[in-house]
């Protein structure tokens, strides 16, 4: 038996597989968060978090101390007031999870919810707005449940024709996997994780929030306090955060934008794309059929419709003896489907190790 890897090597979407030089990144000596070297920490990632955000003038890259989730509550809180709804865009499990925290924190949610594994198109969006006011439209890009990338671009055009509509966009599961463009595409909210295709550890999640967003939240009385935009704006002024942050991941995180500029954002996106194309290749070669609606498959992860009817948690086991962790289906698609990640640092030659592992599985 082979073991193509020196340690269990992690196909889920997240966490996904860390490099050792990011791992040690984290293994710096402490600093205080009220110190300089805290300030000039925070003030060297924030030009290239906005980059990585296609933030421009009107919008700055928030750290938040919790995974991507945190973020969801702080969008739903500091940019919906109580009277008036919001408009969540559902096509899976995550998509519906935040339209769970909008209701948890009291906000009226009206749903457009499509078949999971189809995008929700823009005229559906464009006809909802049409029947009524909506303080925010809040939607996910890359639903990692079904492997889809609904057409952001296209549904915030439609939003942008209304003013007093905030975009809140989930891009948990593709940024730094494919291009985001918050300035140019008029997004009010984009937050992201960083143990996926970022690559770092979980822990940290990073926000860009416009102006609009936050000229909204100054008209909301109750925006609780951990996750209070107004509360980081102050701080972000000076670079720093209200609590303790997670400076260790932030030592990371230093490290990786550095390492994602020296290989260049279209070169990283390409690879992500490359690495999708050489997973559905083989998944139609192998009997099995992509579960997302053609046109709209997810650059990062690909959810399988397993046809053939293998038998997965087989497959799983038989990965995990050759140190491949594998992810099953998500929520009520467990069964149904098995989803392969590939995002983040992970090359060619990784998945084709993973494929030709997958193929030693299928012809036993
Ligand atoms: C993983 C994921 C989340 C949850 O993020 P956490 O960092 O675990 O809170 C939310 N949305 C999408 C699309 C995800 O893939």
């Not at 296609?54 to 509550?73: D, K, L």
């Not at 948890?104 to 594994?117: F, R």
């Not at 996997?177 to 143990?195: C, F, H, K, M, N």
């Not at 087989?314 to 003896?321: G, N």
Request: charged residues 25%; contains cysteine; hydrophobic residues 40%.
């Amino acid at each position: 038996m082979t073991v193509p890897f020196d340690h269990e090597r992690l196909f889920i979407p997240g966490p996904v597989e860390v490099r050792r030089e990011i791992l040690d990144a984290q293994g710096q000596w402490m600093i205080g968060h009220r110190s300089q070297a805290f300030a000039d920490l925070y003030a060297r990632l924030q030009p290239r978090l906005k980059e990585s955000f296609g933030a421009g003038e009107s919008h700055r890259v928030y750290t938040y101390t919790s995974s991507g989730s945190g973020i969801w509550e702080s969008a739903s809180r500091n940019c919906v007031r109580d009277d008036q709804p919001v408009l969540h865009l559902v096509n899976g499990a995550f998509s519906d999870r935040w339209a769970q925290v909008s209701r948890a924190n009291g906000k009226q949610v009206d749903v457009i919810e499509v078949p999971w594994g189809q995008a929700v198109k823009p005229e559906q969006v464009a006809e909802a707005l049409k029947q009524k006011h909506y303080d925010a439209v809040a939607m996910v890009y890359n639903e990692t449940s079904t492997g889809v990338l609904n057409p952001l671009p296209a549904i915030a055009k439609v939003v942008r024709g209304y003013e007093d509509t905030l975009l809140l966009v989930d891009a948990v599961s593709c940024w730094m996997g494919t291009p985001i463009e918050a300035e140019a595409w008029g997004l009010d909210v984009v937050l992201a994780s960083s143990q996926k295709a970022f690559a770092l550890p979980p822990g940290i999640a990073f926000g860009a929030v416009s102006d609009r967003a936050l000229a909204r939240a100054e008209t909301i009385t109750h925006r609780g306090y951990y996750f209070d935009m107004l509360v980081l704006e102050k701080y972000h002024k000076r670079n720093n955060t209200p609590a303790t942050p997670p400076i260790s991941l932030m030592f990371a995180a230093d490290k990786q934008l550095d390492a994602i500029r020296a290989e260049g954002y279209e070169n990283r996106f390409r690879r992500h794309t490359m690495l999708a194309e050489r997973t559905h290749e083989w998944v139609r070669s192998r009997g099995f059929e992509m579960f997302s609606e053609e046109g709209y498959h997810s650059p990062t992860v690909s959810a399988v419709r397993n046809t053939p009817g293998i038998d997965f948690p087989a497959m799983q086991a038989f990965l995990k003896e050759r140190g491949i962790m594998l992810g099953g289906g998500y929520g009520k698609l467990k069964g149904e489907t098995f989803r392969i990640a590939h995002m983040g640092d992970l090359q060619m030659a990784d998945l084709e190790a993973l494929l030709t592992a997958m193929d030693a599985f299928l012809e036993a």
